[in-house]
C-alpha cells in the first residue's frame, strides 16, 4: 500500500512552453502533498505544500505564478511549469502525506523535465 | 535554523556494516526519518524514531538518535550491493520535511 505515482516520468519541452506534471496517491487518500525539486547530486528542496480544496503554500523563494499547483481531489495534484526555461530543467518530486499516527510522506518516482 | 547535515560519501565492503551519520539543529523536532534513494527514483521511506527513544531496530537497520548532540545514525548490518543508494535522514519541522544534504553508499565486493 501507499503507492504514489507521477506522470510524465520524463519530459522534454521548448522553452516557454507550459509543462503539466500530475501526482497521483493510488490507494489512499491525500489532503496534503509536497513538491520537491531536485538538481544533480543534491537534496531535495521544498517547492510548495499543496492542499486538497484550497491554495497551495509555497516556500520563500519559489515563483507561485510560474509553477502552478493544483489538489483538486483528494488523490491528485497537479504541478504546471509555466513559460519553462532552461534553467527550470530539473527533477520534480512529490509526496504524499500519510497520517498513521504519525506524518509519513510517500514519494512518487519523479518527473525528469529538460527546456531546450 | 533548521539544518540537516550528512557527510557526502560512504564506502564499504559487501557483508560488513554502514553507518551513515547525520547532524540536525531543530531540537524540537518529533520525528526523525531515513529514506533511500537509488538513481533516477522518488525516496523510499525505510525508517523513522520519535524524538523521546534512543534506539530503534528494524531488520537489517538499526537507528541510534542522541538527542543531547542532535546526532542520529543509520547502521545497516551485513550490507548488500542492493544497499547502494543515497541515503537521507529528515527531520519533521513546522509542518514539513527537512532533509539533510544526502550520502552516497557505494557498496563493492
Known amino acids: 500500500g501507499a503507492v504514489v505515482s507521477q506522470h510524465p516520468s520524463w519530459v522534454i519541452c521548448k522553452s516557454g512552453t507550459s509543462v503539466k506534471i500530475e501526482c497521483r496517491s493510488l490507494d489512499f487518500q491525500a489532503t496534503t502533498m509536497f513538491w520537491y525539486r531536485q538538481f544533480p547530486k543534491q537534496s531535495l528542496m521544498l517547492m510548495a505544500t499543496s492542499n486538497e480544496g484550497s491554495k497551495a503554500t509555497y516556500e520563500q523563494g519559489v515563483e507561485k505564478d510560474k509553477f502552478l499547483i493544483n489538489h483538486a481531489s483528494l488523490t491528485l495534484s497537479t504541478l504546471t511549469v509555466t513559460s519553462a526555461h532552461p534553467e527550470d530543467s530539473s527533477f520534480y518530486i512529490c509526496s504524499a502525506r500519510l497520517w498513521t499516527g504519525i506524518d509519513e510522506q510517500y514519494f512518487g518516482p519523479g518527473t525528469r523535465l529538460t527546456v531546450t | 535554523g533548521e539544518d540537516v547535515e550528512q557527510s557526502l560519501f560512504l564506502s564499504v565492503r559487501e557483508g560488513d556494516s554502514s553507518v551513515i551519520n547525520c547532524t540536525y539543529t531543530?531540537?524540537?523536532?518529533?520525528?526523525l526519518y531515513w529514506y533511500k534513494q537509488e538513481p533516477g527514483a522518488g525516496l523510499q521511506l525505510l525508517t523513522y524514531?520519535?524524538?523521546?527513544?534512543d534506539m530503534k531496530q528494524d531488520q537489517r537497520l538499526t537507528v541510534l538518535l542522541n538527542k543531547k548532540d542532535k546526532h542520529l545514525s543509520l547502521r545497516i548490518a551485513d550490507t548488500q550491493t542492493g544497499d547502494s543508494a543515497i541515503y537521507f535522514c529528515a527531520e519533521r519541522g513546522t509542518d514539513k520535511l527537512i532533509f539533510g544534504t544526502g550520502t552516497r553508499l557505494q557498496v563493492f565486493p
Open positions: 524514531i520519535f524524538s523521546n527513544m
Open positions: 531543530d531540537s524540537s523536532s518529533t520525528y
